[in-house]
T-cell receptor, first 114, second 117 residues
Framework: GNSVTQMEGPVTLSEEAFLTINCTYTATGYPSLFWYVQYPGEGLQLLLKATKADDKGSNKGFEATYRKETTSFHLEKGSVQVSDSAVYFCALSALYSSASKIIFGSGTRLSIRP | GAGVSQSPRYKVAKRGQDVALRCDPISGHVSLFWYQQALGQGPEFLTYFQNEAQLDKSGLPSDRFFAERPEGSVSTLKIQRTQQEDSAVYLC???????????????FGPGTRLLVL
C-alpha cells in the first residue's frame, strides 16, 4: 500500500542554519507529493507540492525535488528563521488510485533558536 | 476569503457521551474530507464527500462514527458512545473539485481537539 516515512523529530537548529528533513515514500501508480506545515495553534497549510518526477516544489525559501529513482521528497531550506518553527508533514496523493485521499507521514517538529 | 472553519475548537466529553463536530468548508468547494490526528502522528483519512454524497468511508474506525453533509456544504462528524481512544484532533479539509483531481489542493481547518475522559 501507499505510505510515507519521514525523519523523526524534534529537530532543533540555530537561526540561519541549513535545514534538511528527509522523506521517502512507497506508492503504487504515480503519486503527487506534498509538504504541509502546521504552525502552533493553526491548521495544516500546504507548503509546496510536486506532481511528477523531477519536479521541484518551492515556497517561502523551502524546496523539495520529486526523486522517483530514490522515492524521496526531501525538504530543504538554506537559512532558517525563528518563524519557521512548526511541525512539517510529508504527504502523498496517488494518481489514478481509487482512494486519492492524502497519506501523511508522522510529522517532524522543527524548533529554531534565535 | 474565509477558509475552512470548524467548531467547537475544543471538546471534553465523558466516556459514553455522544459528540458532534462541525465543519464549514470554503464556499463552493465540492470535495470535503475528514481526518483524525492522534497525538504526535500525522492525520489519517476518515471519510470523503463529493457534494452531499459520501463516496468513501473506509477510514471510519467503527460504526460509532457517522458523518453527513446533507446539503453539500456544512458537514457534521458524529461520534456515539465516545471512548478514550477517540481522543484526537479531528481535521476537516475541502477542495474545489472532484476527488480524482489529485493535484487539487486540500485546504484544512484548524481542527477540533476532542478529549474523552
Amino acid at each position: 500500500g501507499n505510505s510515507v516515512t519521514q525523519m523523526e523529530g524534534p529537530v532543533t537548529l540555530s537561526e540561519e542554519a541549513f535545514l534538511t528533513i528527509n522523506c521517502t515514500y512507497t506508492a503504487t501508480g504515480y503519486p503527487s507529493l506534498f509538504w504541509y506545515v502546521q504552525y502552533p495553534g493553526e491548521g495544516l497549510q500546504l507548503l509546496l507540492k510536486a506532481t511528477k518526477a523531477d519536479d521541484k516544489g518551492s515556497n517561502k525559501g523551502f524546496e523539495a525535488t520529486y526523486r522517483k529513482e530514490t522515492t524521496s521528497f526531501h525538504l530543504e531550506k538554506g537559512s532558517v528563521q525563528v518563524s519557521d518553527s512548526a511541525v512539517y508533514f510529508c504527504a502523498l496523493s496517488a494518481l489514478y488510485s481509487s482512494a486519492s485521499k492524502i497519506i501523511f507521514g508522522s510529522g517532524t517538529r522543527l524548533s529554531i533558536r534565535p | 476569503g474565509a477558509g475552512v472553519s470548524q467548531s467547537p475548537r475544543y471538546k471534553v466529553a465523558k466516556r459514553g457521551q455522544d459528540v458532534a463536530l462541525r465543519c464549514d468548508p470554503i464556499s463552493g468547494h465540492v470535495s470535503l474530507f475528514w481526518y483524525q490526528q492522534a497525538l504526535g502522528q500525522g492525520p489519517e483519512f476518515l471519510t470523503y464527500f463529493q457534494n452531499e454524497a459520501q463516496l468513501d468511508k473506509s477510514g471510519l474506525p467503527s460504526d460509532r462514527f457517522f458523518a453527513e453533509r446533507p446539503e453539500g456544504s456544512v458537514s457534521t462528524l458524529k461520534i456515539q458512545r465516545t471512548q478514550q481512544e477517540d481522543s484526537a484532533v479531528y481535521l476537516c479539509a475541502s477542495s474545489l473539485t472532484r476527488r480524482y483531481e489529485v493535484r487539487e489542493t486540500q485546504y484544512f481547518g484548524p481542527g477540533t481537539r476532542l478529549l474523552v475522559l
